[in-house]
């Protein structure tokens, strides 16, 4: 039976400011990715999230970002080196590491947020900087990148372990870079449509831009956004859809080959 997973980016409330369904998405994903603390999510969020996905059965990875509360992590930071960059990702992946381990639980992978992940997906010192702290922290930690990228290519070039990501909720341009959100149909709502297009883009291992290119690529999981309203409905729509359908849901640490 083909495995495929399940993530969604979690923890991204503040202080008493609740953001999305964590609860529920953690019944429906494999992975969570766990805000750090510099787009949203604070301590005691970071260690009820890796609580609640030790309960769950459901890897766990940091989510770290631009340092940007006010503009949930969603605005560029030009003008940092590639120094700057490292440490902001190194403290952050740190931070998770060891809030996790109050709960008995390790983080097993790092996926970039907002538009660290947007430059870093375009700009090659952006994504050598982020694979050299990834690597720094800790070499086993799996990096989830966008396939045909630069943060694909340079998590090749330092020989980290991967995880190709498609997203659930989102349209594609005919270069594999995500539609920008400022785009009308950049974010899709439907449930049932959406389940139907990730079944197509596992079973083909493709993804079709809004041109209607097939663009080939490598999929190890896919992202449904735990931010938006109907998020608990898509990810359900999206897991029913693989389970009818004979694809069995895991955590990608576990079915990745080292």
């Not at 997973?5 to 964590?22: C, I, R, T, V």
């Not at 190194?90 to 590491?97: R, V």
């Amino acid at each position: 039976m083909a495995t495929i997973d399940l993530n969604s980016d979690l923890g991204e409330g503040f202080g008493a400011w609740p953001m999305g369904d964590d609860a529920a998405m953690l019944d429906i994903v494999t992975s969570a990715n766990v805000a750090c603390g510099f787009h949203a999510g604070d301590s005691d969020i970071m260690l009820k999230t890796a609580q609640l996905a030790k309960a769950k059965g459901v890897g766990i990875g940091a989510h770290p970002s631009y340092r940007d509360l006010h503009g949930f992590g969603r605005r560029p930071v030009p003008g940092l080196t590639a120094s700057e960059i490292e440490t902001m990702v190194a403290y952050q992946i740190g931070a998770l590491q060891a809030v996790a381990a109050l709960a008995g639980m390790r983080v097993t992978h790092v996926k970039a947020h907002g538009a660290l992940s947007n430059v870093a997906c375009a700009d090659p010192a952006t994504a050598r900087a982020i694979a050299t702290a990834i690597k720094a922290v800790d070499r086993e930690l799996i990096w989830v990148v966008l396939p045909l990228s630069e943060i694909e290519r340079a998590g090749e070039a330092a020989n980290l372990r991967l995880a190709r990501e498609v997203f659930a909720d989102r349209t594609y341009e005919d270069d594999a870079s995500l539609m920008n959100r400022s785009k009308p149909g950049a974010v899709l709502h439907d449930p049932s449509v959406i389940g139907e297009r990730v079944l197509r883009m596992v079973r083909d291992q493709a993804v079709v831009s809004t041109s209607g290119k097939v663009i080939k690529m490598p999929i190890d999981t896919i992202c449904v956004h735990g931010d938006t309203p109907s998020a608990v409905l898509i990810a359900r729509a999206v897991r029913a859809t693989l389970e009818q359908n004979g694809f069995l849901l895991k955590p990608f640490h576990e079915t990745l080959r080292p």
